[in-house]
């Protein structure tokens, strides 16, 4: 019953609708005690040879209203709980979603996407039945039991009353026993929930790498083993919540069997009448919904207490990058600087960065080149605040990242990662993602600048073609350029290129090159890349090797140097031949 005062927030801040649900409940369990009482005055009428006309059809329209006032109650206390029930739902899962949105990069090493959607799914599901059916039973069966047995006791015979409740400590023992093994057993039911929910998100995600590499056979085994896994943990519930009616209903069979034995006693002794036996064993069948209303509570609350546990579990995770007191809530502009000593990744032993510095002015452009695995995008990841914990300092403009918002300093940077994700909705809708009030005209220059407006004019639908899920329908070349029309629409302090013109030709990512050192004179710029034609023209060339600067300067400066900028411009000069030759000699 725990789960109860957890969710103490909630009922406080739903309390009038609770309280009126409760009260019109309550008022139910009353007027349900009304038949039985005037089915057993009228068999004592017509045993006594007193019932009239009139009498009969007053009794009647006195059921007939009550029955009517019940289903008006019952009509709306459901509205009031479970109408209660349903926001908390909603309320849960803007609380994750928020919580989500609000982690860093290292949460979601930790968390698989497949658990994290079985806690925004299931496990809401499981805390909304808490606070809609777990209040209902919980209040239904103390104030109906309460009220039934109070009118058996005062109203007919306080002794048979207590012979009839003597099988209820059995009742009580083992639907607690009962509560127990289920809390445990539908944890591991909803882990493996989650596994089963990871697998077909990983699947459907990887369908083409599956199909390519052959392996449908192997993943659908591995898929009906989880799905196995599920379904025995979940055999393994159901066993335990079978338990439940069977002994509630041994319970109350025992009730019936001692109510009627001993009410016969009564009657043959005078103490009570035969009405007075037909309203009692009445009213025992009115408490039938209470005790297994209480075996319901056990396998309700026990599973929200349970998914109410993992869902807090993921809320109490720290925001690890978060906004200081006062933070700058202006987007930086300015000068770039970058200076750390050292930075190393949540759980590793080894830096990932040392010894790492360099300024740009506004209005330059940084390259960054080096093999892969050498620290590029991790420069960039503290760039973007996405991690901390780093050893120096990174300053844009006359402040340190760490003093702005996130936010604002998220938008002032317009960031092209090296995975393009787009949403399932269309081409314009994916461009004008960051600015919502984008026209089609501003998308158009933000597509034409990133040489992708031709491609998108020749689709059938222009830009409201839809590209499907992850921009299925498109090539790596075309996502890459409709990444990068969406970063440029942001009109960014910081353009960031992450080794995102890899999937386009020679001679278009030259076009996109010389439109963005047009476009973007009086605003900072940084690619990294593979290939060194992408960052020749560059202000600033950094090589990065084992997370430290190697060299640094201009492609001219570089390469007098004969060094490593100098051996990767000669090799993929080499390529480039070797290339060129094998088309020369195929024609």
């Given at each position: 019953?725990?789960v109860?005062l957890k969710l103490g927030w909630?009922?406080?801040?739903?309390?009038?609708?609770?309280?009126?649900?409760?009260l019109m409940?309550m008022l139910v369990?009353?007027?349900?005690?009304?038949?039985?009482?005037?089915?057993g005055?009228?068999?004592d009428?017509?045993?006594?040879?007193?019932l009239t006309?009139?009498?009969?059809f007053?009794l009647?329209?006195i059921?007939?209203?009550?029955?009517?006032?019940?289903?008006?109650?019952?009509?709306y206390w459901?509205q009031?709980?479970?109408?209660?029930?349903n926001y908390?739902?909603?309320?849960?899962?803007?609380k994750?979603?928020r919580h989500?949105?609000?982690m860093?990069?290292?949460?979601?090493?930790k968390?698989?996407?497949?658990?994290l959607?079985?806690h925004?799914?299931?496990?809401?599901?499981?805390?909304q039945?808490?606070?809609?059916g777990?209040?209902l039973?919980?209040f239904?069966?103390?104030?109906?039991g309460?009220?039934?047995?109070?009118?058996m006791?005062i109203?007919?015979d306080w002794?048979l009353t207590?012979i009839a409740?003597?099988?209820?400590?059995l009742?009580a023992f083992s639907?607690?026993?009962y509560?127990?093994?289920l809390?445990?057993?539908?944890?591991?039911?909803?882990?493996a929930?989650?596994?089963l929910n990871?697998?077909t998100q990983e699947?459907?995600?990887?369908?083409?790498?599956?199909k390519t590499?052959?392996?449908q056979r192997?993943?659908?085994?591995?898929f009906?083993?989880l799905s196995?896994?599920?379904?025995d943990?979940n055999?393994?519930?159901a066993?335990i919540?079978?338990?439940?009616?069977?002994t509630?209903?041994?319970?109350v069979?025992?009730?019936?069997?001692?109510?009627l034995?001993?009410?016969?006693?009564?009657?043959?002794?005078?103490a009570?009448?035969?009405?007075d036996?037909?309203?009692f064993?009445?009213y025992l069948s009115?408490?039938?919904?209470?005790?297994l209303?209480?075996?319901?509570l056990?396998?309700?609350?026990e599973?929200g207490s349970?998914s109410y546990n993992?869902?807090?579990?993921?809320?109490n995770?720290?925001i690890?990058?978060?906004d200081?007191?006062n933070?700058?809530t202006r987007?930086p502009s300015?000068d770039?600087a970058f200076?750390?000593d050292?930075?190393?990744?949540?759980?590793d032993k080894?830096p990932?960065?040392?010894?790492v510095h360099?300024?740009?002015?506004?209005?330059?452009?940084?390259g960054i080149?080096g093999?892969t695995?050498a620290?590029k995008t991790?420069?960039?990841k503290?760039?973007l605040?996405e991690?901390?914990g780093?050893?120096?300092?990174?300053?844009?403009?006359?402040y340190?990242?760490?003093?702005?918002?996130?936010?604002?300093?998220?938008?002032?940077i317009g960031?092209v990662p090296?995975?393009?994700?787009?949403?399932?909705a269309?081409?314009f809708s994916?461009?004008?993602?960051?600015?919502?009030?984008?026209t089609i005209?501003?998308v158009?220059?933000?597509?034409k600048?990133?040489?992708i407006?031709?491609?998108?004019m020749e689709?059938?639908e222009?830009y409201k073609t839809v590209?499907?899920e992850?921009?299925?329908?498109?090539?790596?070349?075309q996502?890459?350029?409709?990444?990068?029309?969406?970063?440029?629409?942001?009109k960014?302090?910081l353009?960031i290129?992450?080794?995102s013109l890899?999937a386009v030709?020679?001679?278009t990512?030259?076009?996109?090159l010389?439109?963005?050192?047009?476009e973007?004179k009086d605003s900072t710029?940084i690619i990294?890349?593979?290939?060194?034609s992408?960052i020749?023209?560059?202000?600033?060339?950094?090589?990065?090797?084992h997370g430290t600067?190697?060299?640094?300067?201009?492609?001219?400066?570089?390469?007098a140097?004969k060094?490593?900028y100098?051996?990767?411009?000669q090799?993929?000069q080499?390529?480039?031949?070797?290339?060129?030759?094998?088309?020369?000699?195929?024609?």
């Amino acid at each position: 019953m725990k789960v109860f005062l957890k969710l103490g927030w909630f009922f406080k801040e739903r309390k009038r609708q609770y309280v009126i649900g409760l009260l019109m409940l309550m008022l139910v369990a009353i007027l349900q005690l009304v038949p039985p009482k005037i089915i057993g005055y009228t068999i004592d009428e017509i045993g006594q040879g007193t019932l009239t006309k009139a009498k009969l059809f007053t009794l009647i329209g006195i059921i007939a209203a009550v029955a009517l006032v019940m289903y008006g109650l019952r009509y709306y206390w459901r509205q009031m709980i479970f109408g209660s029930s349903n926001y908390l739902a909603r309320v849960l899962r803007q609380k994750l979603h928020r919580h989500f949105t609000r982690m860093s990069p290292s949460f979601y090493q930790k968390h698989r996407v497949g658990d994290l959607m079985a806690h925004a799914t299931n496990d809401i599901s499981a805390v909304q039945q808490t606070a809609g059916g777990g209040v209902l039973t919980l209040f239904d069966s103390l104030t109906t039991g309460g009220f039934v047995v109070l009118a058996m006791a005062i109203t007919i015979d306080w002794r048979l009353t207590l012979i009839a409740l003597i099988p209820m400590p059995l009742m009580a023992f083992s639907t607690t026993y009962y509560g127990k093994l289920l809390h445990q057993r539908f944890h591991y039911a909803q882990a493996a929930f989650s596994d089963l929910n990871d697998k077909t998100q990983e699947s459907i995600s990887g369908i083409k790498v599956l199909k390519t590499f052959g392996q449908q056979r192997q993943d659908v085994d591995d898929f009906t083993r989880l799905s196995d896994e599920v379904v025995d943990k979940n055999l393994q519930v159901a066993k335990i919540d079978s338990l439940f009616d069977p002994t509630i209903s041994f319970v109350v069979g025992i009730s019936f069997m001692l109510s009627l034995g001993f009410g016969t006693k009564f009657i043959l002794e005078d103490a009570m009448s035969i009405g007075d036996l037909v309203t009692f064993t009445t009213y025992l069948s009115l408490l039938v919904w209470p005790m297994l209303a209480i075996g319901m509570l056990f396998n309700i609350v026990e599973r929200g207490s349970v998914s109410y546990n993992r869902i807090e579990r993921l809320l109490n995770e720290p925001i690890e990058i978060d906004d200081k007191n006062n933070a700058i809530t202006r987007m930086p502009s300015g000068d770039l600087a970058f200076h750390i000593d050292s930075f190393t990744f949540p759980g590793d032993k080894e830096p990932a960065l040392h010894n790492v510095h360099f300024d740009l002015k506004r209005g330059e452009t940084l390259g960054i080149v080096g093999k892969t695995g050498a620290g590029k995008t991790t420069i960039l990841k503290l760039l973007l605040r996405e991690f901390e914990g780093y050893n120096g300092q990174i300053c844009f403009g006359d402040y340190s990242i760490m003093d702005y918002q996130t936010l604002k300093l998220r938008e002032a940077i317009g960031y092209v990662p090296q995975e393009h994700f787009l949403f399932s909705a269309s081409i314009f809708s994916n461009v004008a993602f960051a600015n919502a009030e984008a026209t089609i005209d501003e998308v158009r220059a933000a597509a034409k600048l990133a040489y992708i407006d031709h491609d998108i004019m020749e689709f059938t639908e222009g830009y409201k073609t839809v590209v499907g899920e992850r921009g299925v329908s498109l090539s790596g070349g075309q996502k890459q350029r409709i990444s990068i029309a969406r970063a440029l629409l942001m009109k960014p302090e910081l353009l960031i290129l992450d080794d995102s013109l890899s999937a386009v030709d020679a001679r278009t990512e030259e076009a996109i090159l010389h439109a963005l050192k047009e476009e973007r004179k009086d605003s900072t710029t940084i690619i990294t890349s593979h290939r060194l034609s992408a960052i020749q023209q560059a202000h600033v060339i950094i090589v990065v090797d084992h997370g430290t600067i190697i060299e640094k300067g201009t492609h001219e400066e570089l390469m007098a140097l004969k060094g490593s900028y100098y051996e990767m411009y000669q090799l993929q000069q080499l390529e480039q031949l070797v290339e060129q030759g094998g088309d020369g000699h195929g024609e």
